[in-house]
Structure formats: C-alpha cells, structure tokens
C-alpha cells in the first residue's frame, strides 16, 4: 500500500479516537472519585448540539467547542446533585441522563438537521505540517486532538503527583475515612463530576464540528458508553486509556476500509464491529479478576451520606 | 514538643456540649477537663456517647449545643484540619486509612497542604524510628496487619505534634503484647507533656494508665474518679449504672460426640485483600464451647464463610457436620444437617437492614422451617401469618426490646438485633452452632444474655463454637480456647491452661509454612 | 443554605405511594416553563398533551395499544432491576423476540394452524430469553459489567434486524422495501376490539403483570429476588445464589421483552420491517421506575408514558410544537422520580449556613 494512503487511514484513526479518548478520560476522573456516572453518552450529545448549534450562531467553531464543554458541565450537574446531595442510585441517575441528553438534543438540534456544518480547520503548524508524510499526521490536525492528547497527560500528573489528585483518589478508596479526616467528599465528587461533564461535552463537539461535521439526530451511536467500557478496559489509568481509544479508533476505521473495498460481508455485520469488540474486550478483562479487584476504587457507585 | 511547664494546667474543657441526631440525644450537656501532661480515660458501654464525643472534638461532628476552651480560650473546631491546626491528633476506633494508597501517601493527606512527599518519607521513618513504630512508607496499606495500621494512626497523629491526643478503643484489634508496648509509648508521650485522651471500656487497662477518669453513660455524665481507686465492679456498675448478671458456666462438664469435624481446612484467598484459610483441624465436641480467639483480620470471617458454606470446599471430607462430609454442601444443605450460624456483621450479613425482623427470620430459616413457612408450588408461597408468630415468639424469649410491632432490622438498636438474630437460630436447637464475634458492639446486658445463652446451648448437649477478638469473653464462656492468626489455627487447649500471655504468643504466630495453600489467585498477579 | 439528608428510622409509606404522583406533577411544573420558553400557551400545550388524548375513544386505544410493549418490557425490567441486574438491553430482547417469532410465518408463509400464534408467541419469548441469557451469562461466569454489554448486544440486535429484512427475508414484491412478506390471517394476533388497532398483546400484559405481582410480593422466589437486591451477603447467608438469580432475572426480562416483541411483530405491523426499533426498551426503564418496580404500578405508570407519546402526536398536529418534547417530557420525569424516591428513605432539611456550622 502506498505510504500516502497510510497515512491518511493513521489520520483517520486519530480523528475517530479523539472523542472515545476525551469522554473515556474525563470519566476515569469521575469514577477515580468514587462516582459511577452511567450518563457519558447523554453529556456527549449534548456537548454535540451545543457545539453545533453555536458554531452555526456565531460562525466560529471554537466558540462551539467551548459551549459544548460548558453544556456538559452544566448538564452533569444535575447527576451531582441527584446523586450527591440527594444520594440517588448513581446507575439508574446516569441511565436518566443518557435519556434525558437524548431527548433535549433532539429537540434543540431539530432546527440545525441538515445544514452544513462549520469543520473545525486542521492547525497546519507552519513548516511541520509540510513534512512528508509525517507532518500532516503530527503536526497538522485539529486542535481538539491536540488538547485530548495534552488531557491525558494532565489527568495522570494530576492523579499521581499533585496533592489534590491524592485526595481524589483516597475519596473514591474510601469515602468514610476521607470525610474523618475533614477532606470535603462532596465537594470533590461535584468537582470530578463537572470534569467529566466538560470532557464529553468536548468529544460530543468533536463529533459534530470535527469528524462528521453535521447535526445527525443520536449521533453519538453508543460512544459514549464505548467510552464506559474503555475506563474498566484500561483499569482506571489514563495511559491504558489513551491505549484503549485508539485501538477502538482502529477497529472502527477498519471497519469502514472493509466497506469501502467492498469485502463480502454485510456492512450490517462490519457496523457491528465495534460493539462486539467492547463485549470481548470486556469479557477478557473481566477474566482477570485480581487485576479489576485491585485498581477498581474501592467505593466506586457506593453512596455516601456525611453525618454532621 | 510541648512545653513541660505547662504540666497540670487545663489544656482543654468542655462544658455543656449536647449533640443531637434526629430524636437521639447521643450527647447530654457533658462536661470535661483535660490537663497538659495526663493520660485521662473516658470510660462508658457501647452506645454512651463517648464516640461522639470525641469527634465533635475532632471536628468531624458538630455540637448542637455548648462550648469548648481550648488552653483557655473558646474555639469553634468547624473541621479536622481545625483540630490539627489548634494541635489535636486522633487515632480513630475504625481506622480511617486508605488500602489503595501507600503508608505515605495516607500520612501526607492528614498533613498540612504544602508536604513534599520525599521529605515525608524520612520524616515518617525517622519518627517511627523515635518511637519504636516500625513502618515502611513504600508500603500499600491494603497488604498491612491491623497492627501495622495502627502504628501508622499513631505516626500520622505524632506528625503534627500534637498537645492532645485521642485514642479511640486502640487495643481492640491489638495482641496482649502490642497493647503492652503501645502503653508504653503513651506513658512516654505523656512524659513529653502531651495529654492523652483515653477512650476504653476495658477497666484494666484504664487502671494501669490513667489517674483521672469521667464515666459516661446514655449521653450524660455520671462522674469522675481515680480508676486506681475503684474495683471493676465499682467501675463497671458506674458505666453500667445497674447489676449485670454474671454469666454461669458448670465446670468440667462431660463431652460427648464429634458433632464438627474440620480436617486440613484449607482455602484461597477470596480477594487480594483476604486472608487464606491454611490446614486447620479441630473436632467440636457435644457439650462443649470452643473458643476462637485471635486479632482481627487473622481469617475469623473466613473460616465462618468456610464452615457456614457461604464458601464451599473442593474437598467434601474437609468440613463434617454431624458425621456427614460436608465440604461441596451450600449453607441450607448445612443447615438442614442441624448446623446454625451467626455472623459478625448484624446489618447486611445476618439481616438486610431495611427488613422487618419476621422478614429476616425467613431469611435463615425459609430451608430448615420449609413445612412450616411455606406453601406448595414452584415458587413457594410464603406463609405470612406463621413467621409472624414464630418472630413474635423469639422476640419474647430473647427479651428484644423495640418500638412497633415489626420493625426493621436497622431500627433496633445493637444488642437488641443480636440478640434477635441468635435467638433466631438458638430457637432451632441446634447441634452446631458456630458464632462470630457474638457480642461486638452489644451492651453489657445483652452481652451477658447473649453468652449464658451459648452456654446453655452447649449444656444441652449441642457444640459450640465462639469466634471473638475479646479475650475476656473468651475466657468467659470457653472450655477449650484455640488461636487463630495467618489463616492458621493452634492446637485447641482446654482454658484452665491458658493464659493471656501464652495466647499473645499464638497470636503472633505464622502458619505460612504450615502447608501449601493453593494460592491461584496470587500466580496472576 | 446548605441540604442535607437525615435517615428515617423506618421507611415512609406515604413518601413511598405519594413519590411518583410527586414527580409527575414537578414535571408538569417544568413542562409549563419549557412551553413558555418555546412560545407555546403553557396550558393548551398540556391540555393537548395530557388531557385532550383521553376524551377520544381512537386516542385511548392507540394509548393502550402504545403502552402493551412499555408495560411487558417494565415489569421484566422491574424484577431485573429489584435483584440488583442492571439489564438495559431490553429494546435488543425485544427486538430478537420479534425476529425469533417471526421465523415460522416468513420461512413457513402458508402454514395455518390454531397453534401457529402460540408457537410464534413461545419463540418470540426464547429469542428474547436467548438474546438475555448472553450478558447474564457473562457476568455469572466471569463478572463481566452487565450493563455494558447489555447495551452493547442492543446496537447489535438492531444490525442483524436490518441486515434480515434487507437481505435474506426481505419480500421480493416489496418494491425494494425493506421488510418481510406481510403475515397471513392465522399468524396475525386477534384485535382486542374487532377492528380496531389494540391487539391481544394487552390481554398478555395484565396477565403478566398481575402474576409476577403475585410472585414478587407473596413467594420465596420474590423474596430472594428482593433480598439478593437489597443485600447480596445477606442473601449468601440465605442460601441463596446471585448467580442463579442474575440468569432468572434476565432469562425472564428477556423473555417478556421477547413477547412484547412478538407481539408487536404479529399484532400491529403484521411482518417484520426495519421500523422495529422505536426506543421501548429504553422508555421502560422509566415505566419501570415511575411504577416503582412494582407490576401493578407499572400498569399505570406504562399507561401514563404511553399517553405522553400520543399527546405528543396531537400537539405535534395542533400546536407545531415538536415531538422531541415527548422525549424531554419522559427524560424529566425519571430523573423527578428518583429524586422523589429519596424522601422515601431520607427527611430533607435545609439549614443555613451559621447554623449548619453549630453553636462555636
């Protein structure tokens, strides 16, 4: 195969991997924190209408992706708070986001279906981006791609070398402990949930202004909960998840390559790549027991109720 | 350091504190002083309100009414990081640490905001040096003793240098010889001109610390003393504020046949977080009480999931109830063979919390009782009214006290869901009844009941078997004691042999090169 | 101001019956905001969506004939959900239930039998039963998460639905549509009122409903399903097994998901197109929560679902108000109810925040 041609299957992976990776990593936080949020793949459609929308308001697709991470921020505050100040069952709370973000986005994007969308323009870095056949990969996509890859970085010097990622972390092993010594539980959870919110709201603008770029009624089509099963494959790290993403990124590209060179097999089958890999991907992680055991926070979905 | 000239001042006094929880009055308008330099007890059952006390002196709980002085000003402690700044340390009862995280890291995250962890890890040797608390800040909490956690309580408290220090219960889950030594660096740190507040209901050791000592009891205080001064009787019936009946036990009593017989019993660990069982052997005998003892975390639970059939055996030999290999069997199998059981967990192992006490009758019995509770059919209709009258029955036989004609499980308070639920299974008559930590958290008076109830059982001929990390009711009810520690168990002795120490050095004890346990989970990691 | 919760010694049955009619009213409260916003006269908006429907004889029927899958899926759901087995996969068992059940009339188009509705039926309920037993099987056997791949097997279900009905079994007289050859008479479940659109499916949902009521609330079997739920170790403790219950748990969800499938198939479409999937599944996770996981409420509560979708047709027609609405109506009054539920089990006080602090 020509070099060209591999490179530009390498970009196309990269774009697909983007927003399974922001959502994945904005929810390791949030289940680092304890919290369980099941509402990924509501949070990311909204942040797909936001972005949307406001990026065909206001013609610029940056101004789109910072609404989308507003919007995912917002509406995951209403997880919070059901389920941190009024300790609702966080599984059937995130289920009640997914459906709600379902519903909401299709009634404000039923304006915005069918237009054409604003394409968030590569960053073309002046003179790297002309270098053959690599530079285009490293050096000229878009900048969400940029910032999801700066993200997980972020996320693992937060986790394990700052003082703030230590008491995130000794929240979600053991929230009682936590609250004995005077660290603010709730506080936090509010906060990683937020965090979360804002990373999908960024993957969800990222389908919409990046990779496909059009308002599609549900288009998010189970990312989000791709992302879900991406935090238990990588075991709560964020190298694991970056790892994860980009693997699934691959079969999904794949998978349209084996349509688009017609390979006898029904493009039903070849759709459903994707899902069945997340099934046996989770099915072998779950085979190793210990592993799960040993990295899963401690009082991830146990609710948690200070007493004053 | 403190200044020692400080000695015998007031260093901290409360006055009026009151703390309500709902309808529950946990604090009633107590007073307390503490001086620079002493070792002051806080002595009171289970339920008096010392608890609550000391964490709202922590922080972590906040008076509804009353006020503190500390070093002669009053202070409002809104939270724990409050009480560190003002120079209070706590060790809590139910460590509050962290297993995921390394000893250092659980040290940095009760220290102020700006600690380098590479100056912590020295800082943290160099004082558990100081004091003889060995630690190795590297280490992951999770992989640790219970009394390796405790040094780290200790550590992480003598960190901040402290004025006044909490202990909570700290020799509940510590070996008569780490008790021994953890007194020691107490008295040494009283020596320094730091004040010690000691939490206990145990009389002897309070006597050997303490000088001074305020007595609570439903919330309220009923006085102070010098506990040196006292006799446990005296002390007790302060805590207590009425006679306990003291439990009776017939002496040498003949026994009978091998009613459980465990053989090699040897299990993997559940979790990575849980102890393997490693070649246990003991016949329980008719007629006898058998008495478990041992620190917490040693492989109690698991050897009550083992023999219950919570966990089932690969080896059917290894486990034989009433003669009959029962190793593969699954609880119901067990107990339809004439075996009961109490767990150590009231709420979520023995009872669901939210179930009324009929409906958790029918959660141990719906097998054994199958004729009498249920209807035919498929499924099982459940005959309501029956249990009902059984639960009421038990109920009156077990003096439970309680508000309303069937209310939840979590409803009650401790001693009285105990007593329900081994009356639960002393209803059955049973012939094997293995019991897990019987009394933990329960009220003198119940205690009480709840033991002379397990000797009767074995005085009508059935075998018993107590668990317990409490020495003094092992000794209580016992007619043989054995000791459990690293999954392993001793030879079982009868107690007129045994003494406290002699149990200290069996508590210490490894069984790690006993047998080979097959450790599967481990050859994963 | 600060909130915070304080436990109830006993749970309030009055919060408990009264929780529900709460949330429907908080919903309403909102609906009137969002038609505001949208420009809509707030009171007609709702007068369209949730009392108009009921004066018409049509609109009931089309509401009962939209709430048979809701409530068979829900009840299913309940009992799942009351073991602690998140199966959220109901719309893919509905979906291979109505494939499974098909099979007979579109490989067997001329058969004609009595017994060829209850054959279709039964298959119907083993596709789904199948389709179910896949997560539960997973997770028994190696403690996969069930939610995921419960809700993974549905986006599957729905490819191997379109790629049947466009490939292998679709109707060569169909011009090019996708879908099977039409049912003939014997294959086609009875209307419940001669001519109508409601089919006998509804006669299966109160059956359904009132026996596994009967089983949840009166048996051993409901016992443990409540107790594994409620407290696993102390369901261990009872003899009873998370596993067996996870596998009868999705085994009978599945299977009701199935039959609603079917039924759906057989009675109302009378083939299989690619139209199968309209979200029911998904809808009954809420009609399993506003019944509070209770089959008779679940009855109700599948009811008042059912009219919000057709109330939402009429004020699509009357109104031009969008039938997305529906959806935000439905998303709203889940997330209402679960907040709702927590008065059940907690008092709600609100201090500010000097006293929140205590006396100092």
């Known amino acids: 195969m020509d070099a060209q041609i591999i490179v530009s299957i390498l970009i196309s992976v990269c774009v697909a991997s983007t927003p399974l990776l922001l959502a994945a990593t904005g929810e390791l936080v949030v289940e680092r924190s304890g919290v369980l949020n099941l509402g990924v793949e509501g949070m990311m459609i909204i942040g797909a209408v936001a972005g949307f929308s406001v990026a065909q308001i206001t013609g610029n697709p940056y101004i789109g992706a910072i609404a989308a991470i507003g919007a995912g921020a917002v509406f995951s505050l209403l997880f919070a708070f059901l389920t941190l100040s009024l300790v609702t069952n966080q599984v059937a709370t995130g289920l009640a986001l997914t459906i709600l973000g379902l519903g909401l986005s299709g009634m404000i994007g039923e304006g915005f279906v069918g237009q054409p969308g604003i394409k968030m323009t590569s960053l073309d870095i002046p003179y790297l981006s002309d270098l053959p056949l690599v530079g285009k990969l490293l050096f000229g996509q878009d900048a969400i791609f940029y910032t999801s890859l700066i993200l997980v970085g972020l996320v693992s010097w937060f986790l394990f070398r700052t003082r703030a990622g230590l008491m995130l972390r000794s929240v979600g092993d053991n929230s009682k402990s936590a609250h004995a010594l005077g660290i603010p539980v709730i506080r936090i959870r509010y906060m990683a949930v937020m965090f979360g919110g804002a990373c999908s709201g960024l993957a969800g603008a990222h389908l919409s202004l990046v990779y496909v770029p059009q308002w599609v009624e549900g288009m998010t089509a189970g990312r989000g909960w791709i992302a879900l099963a991406l935090v238990v494959f990588a075991s709560w790290r964020p190298a694991r998840v970056l790892v994860g993403a980009y693997l699934f990124g691959a079969v999904t590209i794949a998978q349209f390559h084996a349509q688009a060179l017609g390979i006898p097999i029904p493009a039903q089958f070849l759709t459903s790549l994707p899902y069945l890999a997340t099934v046996i991907v989770l099915v072998i992680i779950a085979r190793n027991r210990r592993m799960t055991m040993i990295n899963t926070p401690a009082s991830l979905g146990q609710p948690f109720v200070p007493d004053r | 350091m403190v200044d020692s000239d400080d000695n015998n001042k007031e260093l901290l006094s409360v006055s009026g504190i009151t703390k309500i929880f709902g309808t529950l009055k946990a604090n009633d308008n107590v007073d307390l002083i503490v001086n620079s330099g002493e070792i002051h007890a806080l002595l009171g059952e289970n339920g008096a309100g010392k608890s609550t006390l000391v964490k709202m002196l922590f922080g972590s709980l906040q008076p509804t009414s009353g006020t503190i002085v500390w070093r002669g000003n009053k202070v409002k402690i809104s939270n724990p990081s409050a009480a560190r700044i003002l120079g209070i340390g706590m060790v809590f009862q139910h460590f509050s640490l962290f297993d995921a995280l390394t000893v250092s890291e659980n040290i940095a995250l009760s220290l102020g905001d700006n600690i380098e962890m590479s100056a912590l890890a020295d800082k943290t040797r160099s004082v558990s040096q100081e004091y003889g608390l060995p630690l190795d800040p590297d280490a992951l909490v999770g992989d640790l003793s219970v009394g390796e956690r405790q040094r780290i309580e200790i550590v992480r408290c003598l960190l901040q240098d402290p004025a006044l220090i909490i202990l909570d219960e700290p020799t509940s889950v510590l070996t008569p010889q780490e008790a021994n030594k953890l007194f020691e660096t107490l008295e040494r740190l009283a020596g320094e001109g730091r004040s010690i507040l000691y939490i206990s209901h145990r009389l002897e050791e309070v006597q050997r610390l303490c000088s001074r000592a305020t007595i609570l009891r439903h919330g309220k205080v009923v006085g102070a003393c010098d506990p040196r001064e006292e006799t446990a009787a005296s002390l007790a019936s302060k805590m207590v504020g009425a006679e306990i009946d003291i439990v009776h036990r017939e002496a040498g009593s003949d026994t009978g046949d091998i009613l459980l017989k465990l053989n090699a019993l040897t299990m993997p660990p559940a979790t990575p977080f849980s102890m393997p069982l490693r070649g246990i052997s003991l016949d329980l005998r008719a007629g006898e009480v058998v008495g478990i003892a041992g620190v917490a975390g040693n492989g109690q639970s698991e050897l009550f999931d083992a023999i219950s059939g919570e966990a089932t055996q690969a080896d059917s030999d290894a486990i034989s109830i009433n003669g009959i290999p029962s190793g593969r069997m699954g609880i119901s199998e067990r107990r339809n063979l004439g075996a009961a059981f109490v767990p150590e967990e009231r709420l979520g192992h023995g009872a669901v919390p939210n179930f009324a006490l009929s409906e958790n009758l029918l959660l141990a019995r719906h097998r054994s009782d199958k004729a009498d509770f249920l209807g035919l059919g498929l499924l099982g209709m459940i005959k309501r009214s029956k249990v009902k009258i059984l639960s009421r029955q038990i109920i009156e036989d077990m003096d439970v006290r309680k508000s309303g004609e069937d209310p939840a499980a979590a409803a009650l308070s401790g001693g009285n869901l105990q007593k329900f639920i081994v009356g639960r299974e002393l209803d059955r008559n049973p012939s094997v009844l293995i019991v897990n930590q019987p009394t933990w958290g329960v009220d003198a008076g119940a205690a009480a009941r709840i033991r002379q109830a397990l000797i009767d059982l074995a005085a009508s001929g059935s075998a018993v078997m107590v668990i317990s990390q409490d020495l003094d009711e092992i000794f209580e009810v016992s007619d043989r004691i054995a000791v459990i520690s690293d999954g392993g168990l001793s030879e079982p002795e009868p107690a007129k042999n045994m003494t406290r120490e002699k149990i200290g050095m069996l508590m210490g004890a490894s069984h790690q090169n006993d047998v080979d346990t097959p450790n599967t989970l481990e050859a994963t990691a | ?360």
């Not at chain 3, 109505?98 to 099979?103: Q, S």
């Not at chain 3, 379109?162 to 050859?181: A, C, E, I, N």
């Not at chain 3, 197109?273 to 509560?301: C, E, H, M, Q, W």
């Open chain 3, 1 to 360: 101001m600060i909130l915070f919760l304080e436990k109830r010694a006993n749970y309030s049955p009055l919060f408990s019956a009264l929780s529900p009619v709460l949330a429907l009213a908080l919903t309403l409260i909102f609906g009137t905001i969002m038609f505001s916003i949208l420009g809509v006269d707030p009171a007609k908006a709702l007068y369209t969506y949730f009392v108009l429907p009921l004066t018409d004889a049509y609109l009931i029927e089309q509401i009962i004939l939209k709430a048979t899958p809701l409530i068979l899926i829900a009840i299913g759901l309940s009992v799942c959900f009351r073991s602690g087995n998140w199966n959220i996969g109901a719309e893919g068992q509905y979906m291979i239930g109505g494939m499974f059940g098909a099979i007979i009339p579109v490989y067997f188009n001329d058969f004609q039998s009595p017994l060829l509705l209850p054959m279709m039926m039964i298959m119907g309920m083993i596709g789904g039963a199948l389709f179910a037993a896949i997560p539960a099987f997973l997770k028994a056997r190696f403690g996969t998460n069930e939610i995921l791949t419960s809700l993974m097997l549905v986006y599957i279900a729905q490819q191997l639905v379109d790629w049947l009905v466009r490939g292998p079994w679709r109707d060569p007289q169909g011009m090019g549509f996708p879908g099977t050859k039409s049912f003939n008479e014997s294959a086609i479940l009875p209307e419940l009122i001669p001519n109508g659109d409601a089919h006998f499916g509804t006669v299966f949902a109160v059956i359904v409903a009132i026996g596994v009521w009967f089983m949840l609330s009166k048996t051993l079997k409901g016992f443990e399903v409540t107790v594994l739920g409620e407290c696993p170790r102390a369901g261990r403790f009872a003899g009873f097994s998370t596993k067996q219950m996870t596998i009868f748990a999705f085994l009978l969800s599945g299977a009701l998901a199935g039959l609603a499938g079917i039924a759906e198939v057989s009675g109302s479409v009378e083939k299989l197109d690619d139209k199968l999937s309209l979200g029911y599944g998904f809808t009954a996770i809420i009609v399993a929560f506003l019944g509070r996981l209770n089959p008779l409420g679940i009855l109700v509560a599948g009811l008042i679902l059912a009219l919000s979708y057709i109330g939402g047709e009429e004020a699509k027609i009357a109104l031009q108000v969008s039938n997305r609405a529906t959806n935000v109506f439905q998303g709203l009054l889940l997330f209402f109810v679960l907040a709702c539920d927590t008065l059940i089990h907690y008092r709600i006080r609100l201090v500010t925040s000097s006293k929140a602090g205590g006396t100092g």
